[in-house]
């Protein structure tokens, strides 16, 4: 039998057994001796209640005590062993825990270094960015210098190339001065030769009569060949038909004047009839009774290819050749020049030039104004010689000018002032005919106006009387300015209407709306609203960054790889890299190597595919499904503003289009939720630039398709789509230019719902679009021409209404403040008992405070608010007439009184029949 020591641990024992502490030895030692005791308990129980079996019973007690000691080892053998496995299973849980732990130690520390390789990867991209913005900024700073020096050198260059064109044009005109004063003076000494030396030169009839021929065509190419043929012909016998072809010539330019003045002046040199003979050939053209005789054959083409010329172009041109003819010398007599300036300027004075109604007014005026071109030109031309003033022009230094003696100048003083008079007169007539037609034009606008305001817009005969009554003020206004500003004389003021706005023809007025102050007028009404569409927060700041626009680049990178197959169907489906589901996956991907280390099936590929799936859609406890729900709630700010920033933790391109989709989908009976879903749209196109063009380009082609089918249906979807376009707007998602442009096409078809959506889109947006520095102009311009379409249109009374408002929503009328009324205390006392304290509960204290007041001078005003009981509640009357009843008890004319002014008021209120006092005659 083995001993107790070989169970409790002796050298018999397993190595097993050996392995577990001695320490627990005295436990079973101590155990052992209660066994035996027990057993033998037992034993002697049995031998007590069998008395037969006394000596027996001791036997049996002894041998059961012998086979207790036999068990015991072996049931404490199997309680060690049993404890030995439990250990066994917590040592391997302990050490499943320590390696779970050390994997998600490390899972975090691989999670660290990504985040920081990824914070470093920003760090580096933003420095780039930074340094290649720096770069840029570098490159356009030296662009913009080098464009400013190219600027300031092509300037300096047009400044020098202008200085030498001046000194250039100086120099030519000093030049042609000499030469004007060198051909003076030998045309007043002329010394013509005699008949011996006409004798040498050629008297050839062929080529006389050619040359004559050629006199007709003067120009500046060919001065100096006719020049030279000049000299060597003799044309004694040909002087008048040499005069008749230089009076008919055609001198368009002023450099064919100059040619013929030259060959005027030779042949004046040599040929003493010329200048006689010359005169009255080219100042027919000015003489009254030869002018209808010549008009014809003056103004037509000498050659079948040639442009007729003007009988103004043919005047100015002879009115030039003889001022120059004068200058130079081939004749001295200034009276053929003031002759014809007296008859311009007696063409002026025509009585027809001043009366409005007369029917030859017009024909008038435009003679007036060929006369003033007229005079326009000879002014120019000999302001220096003939008048002794110096135009702008030909202002120059006393060291350019020639100096002209006594016997050089051309006219005397008298002469000369002679001549400053008639051209004083005419410019005096011009200024009357400007003022004249300067109120035509004020009263032609005033009536204009008063046609816009009444039909809207103005008819084709109105806008041609305009335009024709435009264009006459215009040019006289420039002939008038220019002769003063020659003469030296005052230009004459013109007083402007305030009340009239100068108009455009194909537009309407725009009159911009004056304020007090010259502060800008704010967009928004009130801070709180200006804070709702303009104080957006950041939600890079609140979220982390990868949940951006990196995290997209990083998922278009892995899909053009083909090494990462696997993950690019992953990322298709909708996979996110947010911090919360990565846990989640990881934890789901131990899971499954615990569970099974063989290779994963079809059928566990597409669960995990699927189960990606609903990570997308809910990560960190958002749920896609149950934002989308909860969007109708988001009521406020705060809770909008966390509906966005609960998105990015979810956010995909297919959530992404999931909730653009939900937002257009808005329930068209709820529009107190577009600012709202407007806001959150705003804050996320921060951050995702596909969001707000995906929304508007949605808003647009449902537009564009509610606006094409023409029918009179869906009007609230109609409102709640061009209100949210609005929304969109002001908080600058949708462009000015699509608002502009569904407005526009509104008002091109002004009927029916399209009159509700110009209105709800102005109601909506319109003030915005106003108070914006760079719409309001073209704002205005909207609803100038919405409301002259309002008043040609003949509207029902709604649409009308409607329009008014969203007019008056965007452009609030000027009224002065309403002034208040300021009353006496114990009126206003009086009024706050009876029309605001009274009530049924209250009828005996209002009616003691009332029997307190001293009713010799305060007795009519209790009456006449009495009498104004319609200003009060309708249920007060009764009560009113118990207050009546209870003071008449105590003044007894009140009851009388109260009554005769009652039935008067009724009776004049019958009467009169006024419909806003409909309340106070029921009252």
């Not at 939900?662 to 630039?689: D, G």
């Not at 009764?878 to 009776?907: W, Y």
């Amino acid at each position: 039998m083995p001993s107790e020591n070989s169970y409790l641990g002796g050298p018999s024992m397993p190595p097993q057994q050996q392995y577990q502490p001695q320490p627990q030895q005295p436990q079973y030692q101590q155990q052992q001796p209660q066994q035996s005791f027990g057993g033998g308990g037992r034993n002697n129980a049995r031998g007590a209640s069998q008395p037969r079996r006394g000596g027996g019973g001791n036997k049996q007690g002894g041998g059961g005590g012998g086979r207790t000691s036999r068990s015991q080892p072996q049931s404490s053998n199997t309680h060690l062993a049993q404890q030995q496995q439990q250990q066994q299973q917590q040592q391997q849980q302990q050490q499943h825990q320590q390696q779970q732990q050390v994997n998600e130690q490390e899972q975090r520390e691989k999670e660290a270094e990504r985040v920081r390789l990824e914070a470093e990867a920003q760090e580096q991209a933003k420095a780039l960015e930074i340094e290649r913005q720096k770069k840029q900024a570098e490159e356009k700073a030296r662009k913009e210098q080098a464009e400013r020096e190219a600027e300031l050198k092509r300037q300096e260059d047009a400044r020098l190339a202008k200085e030498a064109e001046e000194a250039q044009k100086a120099l030519e005109a000093q030049k042609a001065r000499q030469e004007m004063l060198e051909l003076r003076r030998l045309n007043r000494n002329a010394s013509r030769p005699d008949d011996a030396f006409f004798k040498t030169l050629d008297s050839n009839f062929k080529k006389n009569t050619a040359f004559v021929k050629k006199l007709s065509k003067i120009t500046d190419e060919s001065k100096e060949k006719l020049c030279q043929e000049l000299r060597g012909l003799n044309l004694s016998r040909y002087v008048s038909e040499a005069v008749s072809s230089i009076a008919e010539s055609r001198l368009t330019k002023n450099g064919d004047i100059t040619a013929a003045v030259h060959i005027c002046s030779l042949m004046h040199q040599r040929y003493a009839t010329f200048s006689k003979l010359l005169l009255p050939a080219i100042a027919r053209y000015f003489d009254p009774k030869q002018q209808a005789q010549l008009s014809a054959a003056s103004t037509a083409p000498a050659t079948p290819g040639e442009a007729p010329i003007s009988e103004l172009q043919r005047k100015r041109t002879t009115l030039r050749l003889l001022t120059e003819l004068f200058l130079v010398g081939v004749y001295t007599d200034p009276s053929v020049l003031s002759s014809i300036l007296k008859e311009l300027v007696k063409a002026c004075k025509n009585p027809v030039l001043r009366d409005r109604d007369s029917k030859d007014r017009e024909a008038a005026l435009t003679t007036f104004h060929q006369n003033a071109l007229l005079v326009i030109s000879f002014i120019r031309l000999g302001s220096e010689d003939i008048l002794g003033i110096a135009t702008d022009k030909n202002q120059r230094s006393p060291a350019q000018l020639e100096p002209v003696t006594a016997e050089d100048a051309v006219v005397s003083p008298e002469q000369q002032k002679q001549f400053l008079q008639l051209l004083r007169t005419f410019a005096n007539t011009a200024k009357d005919v400007l003022v004249d037609e300067h109120k035509i034009l004020r009263n032609t606008e005033k009536e204009n106006h008063r046609a816009l305001q009444a039909k809207g817009e103005l008819n084709e005969t109105e806008k041609s009387h305009y335009e024709k009554v435009r264009k006459s003020y215009e040019r006289f206004l420039s002939c008038a300015s220019t002769l003063c500003e020659l003469l030296g004389e005052e230009m004459v003021v013109l007083q402007e209407d305030e009340n009239t706005t100068r108009l455009v023809v194909d537009a309407t007025p725009v009159k911009p709306k004056e304020t007090k102050s010259n502060e800008p007028e704010p967009i928004f009404d009130d801070e709180d609203t200006r804070s709702f569409y303009e104080d957006l927060p950041d939600l890079r700041q609140l979220v982390p960054a990868v949940l951006f626009g990196d995290s997209e680049a990083k998922s278009k990178s892995k899909q053009n790889s083909k090494e990462d197959a696997a993950v690019d169907t992953k990322d298709k489906e909708g996979e996110v890299t947010s911090p919360r589901q990565e846990g989640v996956t990881a934890e789901t991907a131990e899971g499954n190597t615990e569970q099974s280390g063989s290779e994963e099936t079809d059928e566990d590929k597409k669960k995990k595919a699927k189960s990606s799936a609903v990570a997308n859609d809910s990560a960190g406890g958002v749920s896609l499904e149950g934002l989308l729900q909860r969007l109708p709630s988001c009521v406020n700010r705060d809770l909008i503003d966390k509906a966005a920033i609960d998105f990015c933790y979810i956010n995909s391109k297919g959530n992404r289009k999931k909730l653009v989709k939900t937002v257009f989908n808005a329930p068209r009976t709820q529009l107190a939720l577009l600012p709202y879903y407007s806001r959150l749209v705003a804050e996320l196109n921060l951050c995702m630039k596909d969001v707000g063009p995906m929304l508007v380009a949605m808003l647009e082609e449902e537009f564009n398709f509610l606006f094409k089918k023409k029918d009179q249906m869906n009007i609230e979807t109609k409102i709640k789509n061009i209100k949210f376009l609005g929304e969109l707007c002001k908080f600058k998602v949708a462009s000015h230019n699509l608002i502009f442009t569904c407005l526009k096409e509104c008002l091109d078809d002004f009927l029916h719902h399209n009159i509700d959506i110009a209105c709800a889109l102005l109601e909506t947006c319109g003030r915005f679009l106003y108070r914006t520095p760079e719409t309001q102009v073209r704002t205005k311009h909207m609803l100038d021409i919405m409301m002259r379409l309002k008043n040609t249109k003949n509207l029902e009374n709604r649409l009308d209404t409607a329009v008014e408002n969203a007019f008056y929503m965007c452009i609030p009328p000027d009224r002065p403040a309403r002034k208040e009324k300021l009353l006496p205390p114990i009126v206003r006392y009086i009024h706050k008992l009876i029309l605001t304290d009274l009530s049924k509960h209250n009828v005996k204290a209002v009616l003691k405070q009332l029997r307190k007041i001293n009713w010799e001078q305060d007795g009519n005003v209790v009456l006449d608010t009495m009498l104004k009981v319609h200003k009060g509640k309708f249920s007060n009357i009764p009560v009113v007439a118990s207050l009546a009843a209870g003071l008449s008890k105590h003044q007894k004319q009140l009851g009388v009184h109260l009554v005769d002014l009652l039935l008067e008021e009724i009776r004049r209120g019958i009467e009169v029949n006024i419909f806003k006092q409909q309340q106070r005659r029921v009252a």
